[in-house]
């Protein structure tokens, strides 16, 4: 059974405009929230993240979103960057347990 | 430069070979484990290990064996390589199994196939 998971493959933008990337989980008791950045030929690298106790988090042109009452999270960047292309990862995990994570959106920012 | 490093980069291997993934940390970090990304299932864990001389099976444990006799070092050993296990691994670790708000340090992984 999946417990993180990230419905859409991929994704394709504007440079310049939004990219939403989603992600739905079904373990309420997870309380942290992670999103990593993985390019092609490299391990994945932390990008932000989120405690339960908050419902957003900023970092430059990322920020996460959480909706505990519906277990979704989203990952918006703005203004998008060809740079940005990449695939990401969303993951969490509850109290000492480990880290779970979806499948991956492609993100492809077209110049 | 601190981190975690994996060797080798690339690997081939006939079907029945053994081999040795090597994974090394220089950030003092207790807890390392490996997963494996493959097309279209993210990331699976294989092993993990909480500190020196313990280890734990993950959700694609089948096999592989894992041992920790440092901290430093977490190798992930193919006993009989299978076509199957023809995928990406990549090993990360952490200050603690508890996810801390920087989650794991991975490296920049091991291609390996297997034919």
């Known amino acids: 059974d999946q417990q993180v998971k990230q419905n859409s493959p991929s994704l394709s933008v504007q440079e310049g405009r939004i990219s939403i990337l989603n992600c739905d989980y079904t373990?309420?008791?997870?309380?942290?929230f992670l999103w990593y950045k993985k390019y092609p030929a490299e391990g994945p690298t932390f990008l932000i993240s989120i405690s339960s106790i908050k419902d957003k988090n900023e970092d430059g042109r990322f920020t996460v979103f959480l909706n505990k009452s519906a277990k979704h999270l989203s990952l918006h960047i703005v203004p998008s960057q060809p740079g940005d292309s990449a695939v990401y990862f969303c993951?969490?995990?509850?109290?000492?347990?480990?880290?779970?994570f979806g499948k991956g959106t492609k993100l492809t920012v077209n110049p | 430069n601190a981190g975690v490093t994996q060797t080798p980069k690339f690997q081939v291997l006939k079907t029945g070979q053994s081999m040795t993934l090597q994974c090394a940390q220089d950030m003092n970090h207790e807890y390392m484990s490996w997963y494996r990304q493959d097309p279209g299932m993210g990331l699976r864990l294989i092993h993990y290990s909480v500190g020196a001389g313990i280890t734990d099976q993950g959700e694609v444990p089948n096999g592989y064996n894992v041992s920790r006799s440092t901290t430093e070092d977490f190798p992930l050993r193919l006993l009989s390589a299978a076509p199957s296990q023809t995928s990406v691994y990549f090993c990360a670790s952490s200050y603690s199994l508890a996810t801390t708000p920087y989650g794991y340090t991975f490296g920049s992984g091991t291609r390996l196939t297997v034919v």
């Open positions: 373990n309420s008791m997870f309380d942290y």
């Open positions: 993951a969490a995990s509850g109290e000492s347990e480990k880290l779970v």
